[in-house]
């Protein structure tokens, strides 16, 4: 079925990163307004902007101390109204993400409900008593250390899967439901127009509690198995669903690790009736460290062509290969050394073109890369601070830290956007809250909008031609040339139209043959090099896009 979202392009915005208007060096709302022709000439047709609400910041602002109110960093609610005005105004649509696994220690909820045992919001969050005169189970939170933190005036432990200042929400009680969809129904009666819905994954958690096995003697275990996609979560989804969700017109999207794609339809089904997407993990786990720097075009396509293939005619796919938890993928894929533009470009194609409603994260369509670090202190995600002291207790090095850390560490992605080759990269008249990175005087938009060949530029042909060609929306993914060691090839398909994509994910020259995949009578629509050279051989990190 046809739908606006399947259509659109969006682009995902870290506020905090992406534009200061008010010189204090951090970005903020109206920055973002300021910005809106840049994307509105991009050819973006849908934001979606991570939480800009009132926060302490221990995670940036995914620990949320009101749900109904504007980091005072970020503007105030008449410069959010704005921007949805704006941004309405330019005929683009405007998302929020909607954090509701969790809130900030600082939300009046966990205040009330910490302050006595028999408060009536004490069954609001997931308190226990100690076990053994130690935390109640062995669990280990994402971001390291446990999962429980002891609470001194009521003596007893709250469960936070996060940080410690983000304690989890009792999705069990139905008083914290209500209260989430009164919340949600506020936001979408001001007119927004959908959520991505973080960390739905965790939502629902083993109902006992217990321990995990923990063979190697941990003083926590890992325990994603009792939180992440555990069985019931869909319940929760099909309440949020009825209270709230079939009511309005809007597209949604579930932060979803844990999900493969043998059981996509359940959670994306058109027919269900839960949500319009889900940003699976699949290829991100491909991100770890264990599993090598750059993945293999065989783990690519295998991941790939399993999610088109599952949702082919029965849901829709997000596409996406960053956001603000991952590294840059040009650092990361590609070969920023020897064909930075290139393997920048490669990669967007490679998405890009799929079945599924394409994001793509601040930056990433100018090529920006990952950052340096020389210490600690350069670094600001809680979570890599985490990192930094358990690896410290394990006795590993400062080099061997920052060396992991530079590979894996979300900091990367949240440099500041640059616009320019000005000081401070064109994101703020004072110093940014986070470092530049060093390269912004060659990696910028302002460069890449002179340039042709530029990879602002390459996004752009790719979102017009997408635009134009409905086969590119609509049309059935078939994977090529699967067993090729370094060609990602796949075509598209639509009532007689035909395109293929063909992408080199290698540093070097590749060559397939005419009778593994045809491209006689083919006409050649967009690529990163040109002309094209040789039509069976692809240059290092070369994509080319032909209609049949
Ligand atoms: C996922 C978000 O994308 C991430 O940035 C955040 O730290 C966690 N959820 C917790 O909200």
Redesign the pocket.
């Known amino acids: 079925m046809a739908n606006w979202w399947k259509e659109a392009v969006a682009y995902q915005i870290y506020p905090r990163s992406f534009k200061d208007s008010n010189g204090d060096g951090i970005g903020d709302l109206n920055g973002i307004s300021e910005k809106l022709d840049y994307l509105k000439d991009l050819g973006i047709d849908l934001i979606w902007i991570c939480p800009m609400y009132k926060s302490p910041n221990d995670?940036n602002g995914?620990d949320i101390s009101d749900y109904q109110e504007i980091m005072a960093e970020f503007g105030s609610m008449a410069d959010f109204d704005r921007l949805l005005e704006q941004v309405h105004a330019r005929g683009m649509r405007l998302i929020i993400d909607l954090?509701v696994n969790?809130t900030s220690d600082e939300h009046p909820w966990f205040l009330e409900s910490r302050s006595s045992r028999n408060n009536p919001k004490r069954g609001w969050y997931i308190w226990r008593d100690s076990k053994n005169g130690a935390e109640p189970n062995n669990w280990e939170g994402i971001f390291k250390g446990s999962a429980w933190e002891f609470d001194p005036q009521t003596q007893q432990y709250y469960l936070h899967l996060?940080t410690r200042r983000?304690p989890d929400l009792n999705w069990e009680n139905h008083d914290v439901r209500r209260a989430v969809y009164d919340m949600m129904r506020w936001w979408l009666d001001k007119g927004i127009d959908g959520f991505r819905i973080?960390?739905i994954a965790h939502l629902k958690k083993e109902p006992l509690l217990d321990d995990v096995p923990n063979p190697d003697k941990l003083r926590y275990a890992p325990a994603m198995k009792s939180h992440l996609n555990y069985d019931g979560l869909l319940d929760y989804v099909d309440d949020m669903s009825r209270n709230v969700l079939q009511h309005y017109d809007i597209v949604t999207v579930g932060?979803m690790n844990g999900l493969y794609a043998e059981n996509a339809e359940e959670w994306v089904g058109e027919h269900r009736g839960r949500l319009n997407m889900v940003f699976q993990f699949e290829h991100v786990r491909l991100w770890e460290p264990e599993a090598g720097l750059r993945p293999e075009p065989a783990a690519l396509k295998r991941i790939f062509t399993a999610w088109q293939e599952a949702l082919e005619g029965k849901g829709w796919n997000a596409l996406y290969v960053e956001n603000?938890?991952l590294t840059r993928i040009t650092s990361r894929w590609g070969d920023t050394e020897h064909y930075w533009r290139e393997s920048a470009t490669c990669i967007a194609a490679l998405y890009f073109l799929m079945q599924g409603t394409p994001f793509i994260y601040q930056g990433q369509e100018i090529g920006m890369t990952n950052t340096r670090f020389e210490g600690l202190e350069d670094f600001d995600d809680v979570s890599a601070k985490n990192m930094w002291r358990e690896m410290a207790e394990q006795g590993k090095s400062e080099e061997e830290i920052i060396a992991f850390l530079t590979n894996t560490g979300r900091d990367n992605s949240r440099t500041p956007m640059q616009w320019n080759a000005w000081p401070n990269a064109g994101f703020s008249d004072a110093k940014p809250w986070f470092k530049v990175n060093a390269n912004y005087e060659m990696i910028n938009v302002a460069s890449q909008q002179q340039d042709p060949d530029s990879v602002l530029n390459f996004y752009r042909a790719l979102i017009q031609l997408r635009r134009q060609e409905r086969t590119l929306i609509y049309g059935r993914y078939v994977l090529e040339l699967e067993g090729h060691s370094q060609i990602y090839a796949y075509s598209r398909m639509l009532e007689g139209v035909e395109f293929v994509v063909l992408c080199n994910m290698s540093s070097k020259s590749a060559r397939w043959s005419e009778a593994e995949l045809s491209l006689d009578g083919a006409r050649f629509v967009l690529g990163n090099y040109a002309p094209v050279e040789e039509t069976y051989r692809l240059h290092a990190w070369e994509a080319r896009v032909y209609k049949l």
């Open positions: 995670d995914y954090v969790h996060f983000q973080d960390a932060e603000h938890d």
